[in-house]
């Protein structure tokens, strides 16, 4: 699982929740893919992120001297800082881990790269 | 024909390891698979101009209509319910993010994520309850009130789907609408038993047209019923003789030929009275 897709699952599926958002995150390995830089879409997508949410990230994936934690003005004529979200939310790849939903506690495991979003019976 | 696998087992337990190989190693699947994943690109109508875009794939199992999404360079992220198949697509290091998640538990997405959404032969498997208590009508509109959300303003979804009769599609547009979608129903192929695919086109803004479908007959090729013959004289540009259009004509012919004609009036073809 990329950071990018970690910015945008919710556990607002489970009976009672509002938001669900933002998960905690908990990596047990982590892996490390290159991928092409581009620019335009880290641009495009930045107004979909939540940014205290990729601080969360990059906190939780130790990388807080990177990102800052609070979003800076103009970040399109940063390219430094653009290629560091790239790596951040594009690069890093969560294997094994799990997510928790903030108002449930529920606990969803993340394995191979796969997070497990299934429900229980009483949850749905 | 061969049976409907929904009608065998629930999705993750149909398709397991053995069933999941299978179905992503056969090149006529991989082949019908991809041509689906390109039309329903193309219903998506994303404006051309070269952009990225982050793309949902729902039921994307092995990753072989992501693979469409990634030759035409958008992001796309694929959520499914089979563990097997998604083991497949992390093995064959598919370019998008996979999630083990039920179609009708709800999409566990932040609102307003996606640029288009495409979904190729699994929305079928939702008009089927697999378990005591599961309810088709409930987890369609769940399924779709959620996707709903996830999408943004102007986003399309577009579904390749194999409904079963005609009161599933009917479901399942009707959910959709109660969800709050806009479109309908586009049948490629609609004479054909074989080539025929049904797409569900929805979309969340907006009053754009329904897309054209494929292979549909463009004009009518019967003949028009006609009640008199003499109507197709009319056709080849001459009136039926003894009409009071034809004595005009031959009148004017006449005068042209320099022979002495009575002029016209109100009475010009109009029968004698016995008087005369």
Redesign the interface.
């Known amino acids: 699982?990329?950071l990018?897709?970690y910015?945008?699952?919710?556990?607002?599926?489970i009976k009672g929740v509002k938001v669900?958002?933002p998960l905690k995150l908990t990596i047990n390995k982590k892996e490390v893919v290159e991928?092409e830089f581009?620019p335009?879409?880290v641009e495009?997508?930045l107004p979909?992120l939540?940014w205290s949410a990729v601080y969360g990230a990059a906190q939780v994936a130790e990388l807080t001297e990177d990102i800052p934690a609070v979003q800076p003005e103009n970040i399109v004529e940063n390219e430094l800082l653009l290629q560091k979200l790239h790596h951040l939310l594009f690069e890093i790849d969560v294997l094994e881990g799990q997510l928790e939903c903030p108002e449930t506690g529920r606990v969803f495991p993340i394995s191979?790269?796969?997070?497990?979003?299934?429900?229980n019976?009483d949850e749905? | 024909m061969a049976r409907r696998p929904e009608h065998s087992a629930p999705p993750e337990i149909f398709y397991n390891d053995d069933e999941a190989k299978k179905y992503s190693t056969n090149t006529r699947i991989i082949e019908i698979q991809v041509e689906m994943a390109e039309r329903a690109l193309e219903l998506l109508a994303l404006p051309d101009d070269d952009e990225s875009r982050l793309i949902l794939d729902i039921g994307c199992g092995s990753g072989l209509s992501g693979s469409v999404l990634e030759d035409s360079e958008h992001m796309w992220i694929g959520i499914d319910i089979s563990k097997s198949m998604l083991d497949i697509a992390v093995e064959r290091e598919v370019a998008g993010d996979v999630i083990l998640g039920d179609m009708g538990e709800g999409m566990p997405f932040k609102p307003g994520t996606f640029d288009g959404a495409i979904s190729i032969s699994a929305l079928q498997w939702l008009c089927n309850a697999d378990k005591s208590y599961h309810n088709p009508h409930k987890r369609l509109l769940k399924f779709f009130t959620t996707l709903f959300s996830c999408l943004t303003r102007t986003a399309r979804a577009v579904f390749q789907f194999y409904p079963e009769n005609s009161d599933q599609i009917e479901m399942v547009t009707s959910q959709a609408m109660k969800a709050g979608f806009y479109g309908g129903l586009v049948v490629d192929y609609p004479n054909s038993a074989k080539a025929k695919k049904y797409y569900l086109v929805l979309m969340t803004g907006g009053s754009a047209e329904l897309p054209q479908a494929l292979g549909s007959p463009e004009e009518e090729r019967r003949v028009n019923y006609i009640k008199k013959r003499d109507a197709c004289r009319e056709a080849r540009g001459k009136a039926p003789k003894k009409s009071r259009d034809w004595i005009l004509a031959k009148k004017e012919r006449r005068r042209r030929q320099g022979l002495e004609t009575r002029p016209d009036t109100k009475y010009t073809a109009r029968k004698r009275s016995g008087k005369f």
């Not at chain 1, 910015?7 to 599926?13: D, E, G, I, R």
């Not at chain 1, 191979?112 to 429900?119: A, H, S, T, Y």
């Open positions: 699982m990329k990018s897709t910015n945008f699952l919710t556990s607002v599926a669900g958002f991928s581009n335009t879409f495009r997508i979909k939540d191979d790269g796969i997070p497990n979003m299934l429900l019976e749905v």
